[in-house]
């Protein structure tokens, strides 16, 4: 059983290795990362079977739109600080029992369940789900948790055979991830007798519970989203607060002859509106290297940013995290690019936008003065976003 331990460890790390994806991206070591992982995101790409696990439900580069969606992305943050420091207490009350040979631990959280370390690491694993919300990130949440079961079987079984019956008491009074009295209730609901086809039955539950939440959210907030529409253009604004002005001037915009020029005819167009400096517009398309933020060395102040500040990215542009002068989110200034976007249908309805089967190609960016109806400058842009051809949010 030992070497299914290892095999069940090392797969709940490659978990937190790919739902820290967020912060590998920005760090140094990128291009490692994305050698071995993005073919893995390129090849569940390739069927409309699997093509959504890449896709993100929530969103990541804009301001939420609604309280609702802002309440869940504070809940990320929540979990996965509040998960993590759950398992680090829990760690030194095991580790300091046998140092002190102390015997079982059955005091402190363990006094309540006899696994909390495990149901602090699913708070945490489900706080990162949210936090880089690939709908890839949640499937292997739900595997983490049946591997999590599986680990504590085998160490029950083990403190079993060390502490005997008084082990065999503890288990009697306490639940195994829940307090005893609530799995006790649960463990009433009409199902299979047999312990195996009920923890399958759970598991399966817990997949459909998790993914169809994951779905629910994303159509919420694609229905959310404050859009500005002629018909073949569509704009979204990364503030909520700039979609006023985009009323009065988008259309003004868009007869700039370099912008007019510029803009295919008959394929929908997808017009993201964002600070001259924002800081994340690297995966929209590759405006230029200030943007690829791996090759700025700036991982450990972005990930507390991203833990601690979750709207601050977002609303403040590049100079929260990088320090330099950078357009408020009261200016008047705004980069404005502009990406292709085939749908399998060929409209341009927000749900065609932005369907997990929706096919980008960046155009180029025009920065302009809304107030002044002033162009500052356009730059055509290539293929893929900062990160090359890796899979990005769309919102």
């Given at each position: 059983?030992?070497?299914?331990?290892?095999?069940?460890?090392?797969?709940?790390?490659l978990?937190?290795?790919i739902?820290?994806?967020?912060?590998?991206m920005?760090?140094?070591?990128?291009?490692?990362?994305y050698?071995?992982?993005?073919?893995?995101?390129?090849?569940?790409?390739?069927?409309?079977?699997?093509?959504?696990?890449?896709?993100?439900?929530?969103?990541?580069?804009?301001?939420?739109?609604?309280?609702?969606?802002?309440?869940?992305?504070?809940?990320?943050?929540?979990?996965f600080?509040?998960?993590?420091?759950?398992?680090?207490?829990?760690?030194?009350?095991?580790?300091?029992?046998?140092?002190?040979?102390?015997?079982?631990?059955?005091?402190?959280?363990?006094?309540?369940?006899?696994?909390?370390q495990?149901?602090?690491?699913?708070?945490?694993?489900?706080?990162?789900?949210?936090?880089w919300p690939?709908f890839?990130?949640?499937?292997?949440?739900?595997?983490?948790v049946?591997?999590y079961?599986?680990?504590?079987?085998?160490?029950?079984?083990?403190?079993?055979?060390?502490?005997?019956?008084?082990?065999?008491?503890?288990?009697?009074?306490?639940?195994?991830?829940?307090?005893?009295?609530?799995?006790?209730?649960?463990?009433?609901?009409?199902?299979?007798?047999?312990?195996?086809?009920r923890?399958?039955?759970?598991?399966?539950?817990?997949?459909?519970?998790?993914?169809?939440?994951?779905?629910?959210?994303?159509?919420?907030?694609?229905?959310?989203?404050?859009?500005?529409?002629?018909?073949?253009?569509?704009?979204?604004?990364?503030?909520?607060?700039d979609?006023?002005?985009?009323?009065?001037?988008?259309?003004?915009?868009?007869?700039?002859?370099?912008?007019?020029?510029?803009?295919?005819?008959?394929?929908?167009?997808?017009?993201?509106?964002?600070?001259?400096?924002?800081?994340?517009?690297?995966?929209?398309?590759?405006?230029?290297?200030?943007?690829?933020?791996?090759?700025?060395?700036?991982?450990?102040a972005?990930?507390?940013?991203?833990?601690?500040?979750?709207?601050?990215?977002?609303?403040?542009?590049?100079?929260?995290?990088?320090?330099?002068?950078?357009?408020?989110?009261?200016?008047?200034?705004?980069?404005?690019?502009?990406?292709?976007?085939?749908?399998?249908?060929?409209?341009?309805?927000?749900?065609?936008l932005?369907?997990?089967?929706?096919?980008?190609?960046?155009?180029?960016?025009?920065?302009?003065?809304?107030h002044?109806?002033?162009?500052i400058?356009?730059?055509?842009?290539?293929?893929?976003?900062?990160?090359?051809?890796?899979?990005?949010?769309?919102?």
């Amino acid at each position: 059983m030992s070497g299914s331990r290892h095999v069940i460890a090392s797969a709940i790390l490659l978990y937190f290795v790919i739902a820290l994806e967020v912060l590998v991206m920005i760090s140094p070591f990128a291009g490692f990362f994305y050698a071995a992982f993005n073919p893995v995101l390129l090849l569940l790409a390739v069927s409309p079977a699997t093509h959504w696990l890449g896709d993100f439900f929530l969103p990541h580069m804009v301001t939420p739109p609604g309280a609702l969606l802002r309440i869940v992305r504070v809940a990320g943050s929540v979990l996965f600080v509040g998960g993590a420091a759950v398992f680090l207490a829990c760690a030194g009350q095991v580790y300091w029992s046998k140092l002190a040979r102390r015997g079982a631990v059955m005091g402190g959280l363990y006094r309540w369940i006899r696994h909390p370390q495990y149901l602090a690491l699913a708070a945490t694993g489900l706080g990162l789900a949210i936090l880089w919300p690939r709908f890839l990130t949640v499937v292997l949440w739900v595997v983490m948790v049946a591997l999590y079961r599986t680990l504590a079987r085998d160490e029950e079984r083990r403190m079993t055979e060390q502490f005997g019956e008084a082990y065999r008491s503890y288990q009697a009074a306490t639940g195994m991830f829940l307090p005893r009295g609530l799995e006790s209730a649960l463990g009433r609901v009409p199902g299979p007798r047999a312990g195996w086809a009920r923890t399958t039955l759970a598991l399966v539950g817990l997949l459909v519970v998790a993914v169809g939440s994951a779905f629910a959210l994303r159509g919420y907030t694609v229905s959310s989203l404050p859009l500005w529409s002629n018909g073949a253009v569509t704009a979204l604004p990364v503030l909520p607060a700039d979609l006023a002005p985009l009323s009065h001037r988008m259309e003004d915009v868009l007869e700039i002859p370099e912008v007019r020029g510029r803009l295919p005819a008959g394929a929908p167009v997808l017009a993201y509106v964002v600070p001259i400096e924002y800081v994340m517009q690297g995966m929209i398309a590759d405006t230029g290297p200030n943007w690829r933020l791996y090759e700025h060395h700036q991982t450990l102040a972005m990930m507390a940013d991203w833990i601690f500040h979750p709207f601050r990215h977002l609303e403040g542009g590049h100079a929260h995290v990088h320090g330099g002068p950078g357009s408020t989110a009261g200016g008047v200034e705004r980069r404005i690019i502009f990406i292709e976007v085939q749908t399998t249908s060929g409209q341009a309805s927000p749900s065609a936008l932005f369907s997990v089967n929706a096919v980008r190609r960046p155009l180029f960016y025009a920065d302009v003065d809304l107030h002044a109806l002033r162009l500052i400058g356009v730059q055509d842009l290539g293929p893929g976003t900062g990160w090359g051809n890796v899979p990005t949010p769309m919102f």
